[in-house]
């Protein structure tokens, strides 16, 4: 294998990406960005699934032999219907997430940060309750997260206030591990570290999803290569990307 798909809404995917390369550089990553259609957190299941399966229908074209859903909200509302429909293996991010957050707490008290759909959908309190039976979960959705990070919102009173306001169910419930459960969410991982306190170990589940990826035994390509696709905007998604990544991504094709 030598190809691995990548798909989200937009840029925050590129948090997963990035802990791809770093954990497997010989490889070659095709990333699609549904920049049209974001956000995805507000949508139903049905539109959910739809988008995803044209995702990867897109990704296959493009010859991947593998897809990484880096997209919490598509994990959890479409990765049956992914695995089902096509014939490549589809890993998403819920796995590897439940099983470091279940590695990092000590006292069973749990929080999950995601978009409503991925929150409304219950996947995370699921999964993690079939793995900690007698854990206390504290899940909430952040509608407001997601738009700072594509609109590339900087002033720090607006973001603070906005982070204080979205965590507050979170104060006074003894939670010692918070999921970073939408893949925009690392991006704001300092402000959600100073809100929550020291105490507070926050999970960004990339790094476990490349480790879980690694297993799969992908062939090395021999000129790694990573091209970027988007549905719409390709420059507002090269501006961002390029200060994420730290890397020039000078063919962001718009599809
Ligand atoms: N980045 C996506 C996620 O991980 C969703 C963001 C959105 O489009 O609402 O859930």
């Known amino acids: 294998m030598t190809k691995v798909g990548l798909f989200d809404s937009g840029v925050g995917g ?8 770093a954990a497997m550089p010989h490889k070659s990553y095709v990333y699609f960005a549904d920049t049209a259609r974001y956000p995805y957190g507000g ?3 049905e ?8 995702n990867s229908n897109f990704l296959l074209e493009q010859g991947v032999e593998l897809i990484a859903i880096a997209c919490h909200t598509a994990t959890s509302l479409a990765l049956h219907e992914l695995q089902k429909n096509l014939n490549i293996p589809i890993l998403g991010v819920i796995e590897p997430a439940v099983e470091k957050m279940v590695a990092t707490t000590k006292n069973k008290h749990l929080g999950v940060l995601g978009t409503r759909a991925t929150i409304a959908s219950g996947m995370y309190q699921r999964k ?15 509608p407001l997260f997601v738009p700072i990070i594509e609109e590339q919102i900087t002033s720090p ?3 603070k206030l906005v982070v204080k306001e979205t965590l507050a169910p ?14 925009h969410y690392p991006l704001l991982q300092k402000e959600i570290q100073e809100e929550m306190g020291p105490h507070v170990t926050l999970v960004n589940p990339a790094k476990t999803f490349a480790e879980m990826l690694q297993k799969h035994n992908l062939a090395k ?3 790694p290569e990573l091209s970027f696709f988007v549905s719409d905007d390709p420059e507002r998604f090269r501006a961002i990307g390029e200060s994420f990544l730290g890397i020039s991504m000078p063919h962001v094709k718009k599809v």
């Open 14 to 21: 590129l948090t997963v990406l990035k802990e791809l390369i």
């Open 43 to 45: 949508k139903s299941q």
């Open 47 to 54: 539109t959910i699934i739809r988008y995803s399966l044209e």
């Open 128 to 142: 993690l309750l079939e793995k900690l039976p007698d854990a206390t979960i504290t899940a909430c959705a952040c």
């Open 157 to 159: 009173e607006i973001i």
């Open 170 to 183: 979170f104060k006074g419930k003894s939670i010692d591990t918070l999921l970073l459960g939408c893949t």
């Open 221 to 223: 390509s021999s000129t």
